[in-house]
């Protein structure tokens, strides 16, 4: 077995032992609206599709602008998206937030389908300043309840997984086909952006 | 926990079982071990012995209370996740230091509220046993290093907790301690 390989092992093993480390809670008794645990955490980003449209847009713009906006912009978002939950639980004013997460749909959704491409730095605040306002509106939303270690683990996990997501799917970016497929894609998410868009403004 | 096969394993599943103590040690020893040998052994050193310290002073009644451990579980997630995410470079005895906080923050709070007895010192020995072989693991798999793809997967994780240790701060500040 190659050096590499092993690492490669040793890193399954230890995020197989990760998985099982988590203490799964009793499903039974859950209060709707309560943060019970790790599973309600992971719910939350993928039970709206407003958010869920956006955070799948990052991973396929990442991946449409190639390195090291692929990995760097999965990167910002969650972290910004984080200071915004925070904003949300201390229960910071910070009005509009879901017509900025529509238009989050509709700007990013734009971007792949145009495809894009200003500098990194520029690609960076804008989908920073989106996730301040997509945490912002999980933040503003999170119950109180018995495990937050293991709710916001869910969250946070979700997001990225989400972003992931995005990602392999924008991979068939290196195909000629890929990437009219793509664009087709950040067509979609225009369009799911708009109707949301139209949704928060009425 | 009670694994009914004696103290020092019911502290090895406690640190198995507790995300809050696994986590930043294992993003932590890849944190370490993405900085070189040096860092990851000055560090192993001092996070298992000021894990123990911090369990042993809590368990003598010189704790701290919940609010200043969850508030110093947040701070030391998102100090280690932010680290990580940028690959900072850190000198090996600030490293060092760090693993101390973390060591002892994370010591005194698994052990808050205890009695000192000889069941759980050999509780906590457990435990300072499984975060050493934990940390040492998660060095080593980033001291060899080479492929790019294998230090971003790192380097998003450190993100992941910086993320969880902000959305933790916010938590305290709006509900209370989450450590009790």
């Known amino acids: 077995m190659k050096p590499n390989d092993r690492s490669l092992l040793a890193v399954a093993a230890i995020l197989a032992l990760l998985a099982a480390a988590l203490p799964g809670d009793a499903n039974a008794h859950i209060v709707k609206g309560e943060a019970v645990g790790f599973f309600s955490g992971f719910e939350h980003p993928i039970s709206g599709l407003d958010h869920v449209i956006a955070m799948v847009a990052v991973g396929l713009w990442g991946a449409q602008l190639g390195m090291p906006a692929m990995w760097l912009l999965p990167v910002t978002f969650p972290l910004v998206m984080a200071c915004g939950g925070f904003l949300g639980l201390i229960g910071f004013p910070l009005p509009g937030s879901e017509i900025a997460i529509a238009l989050s749909g509709v700007c990013l959704g734009g971007a792949v389908l145009l495809e894009l491409r200003p500098p990194l730095w520029a690609a960076g605040i804008l989908v920073g300043i989106f996730g301040l306002f997509h945490g912002y509106a999980h933040g503003a939303e999170l119950p109180p309840g018995q495990n937050a270690l293991l709710y916001s683990l869910g969250f946070v996990l979700a997001t990225g997984l989400l972003h992931a997501t995005g990602i392999a799917i924008g991979l068939i970016h290196r195909w000629q086909w890929g990437r009219l497929a793509l664009r087709g894609a950040g067509a979609f998410v225009l369009c799911g952006g708009m109707f949301f868009l139209w949704g928060a403004l009425l | ?180």
């Open chain 2, 1 to 180: 926990m009670s694994t009914g096969m004696g103290p020092v394993f019911d502290g090895i599943s406690h640190f198995g079982l507790s995300p809050e103590d696994f986590l930043p040690v294992v993003i932590f020893g890849l944190f370490a071990g993405l900085r070189g040998t040096a860092h990851s052994r000055l560090s192993l050193a001092s996070v298992a012995l000021f894990w123990f310290a911090g369990g042993m002073a809590a368990m003598t009644g010189f704790g701290l209370p919940d609010l200043a451990l969850s508030s110093g579980t947040a701070a030391l997630f998102m100090l280690i996740g932010i680290l990580l995410a940028v690959n900072a470079p850190l000198p090996p005895g600030l490293c060092a230091g760090l693993g101390a906080g973390l060591g002892l923050i994370r010591g005194m709070a698994d052990l808050s509220g205890v009695e000192q007895s000889v069941a759980h010192i050999l509780s906590l020995l457990g435990m300072t046993a499984s975060v050493f072989c934990v940390f040492a693991i998660a060095a080593s798999l980033t001291i060899p290093l080479k492929r790019a793809w294998v230090i971003i997967a790192a380097r998003v994780g450190g993100s992941w907790l910086a993320a969880l240790g902000l959305l933790l701060a916010g938590w305290i500040l709006r509900y209370g301690a989450f450590i009790r």
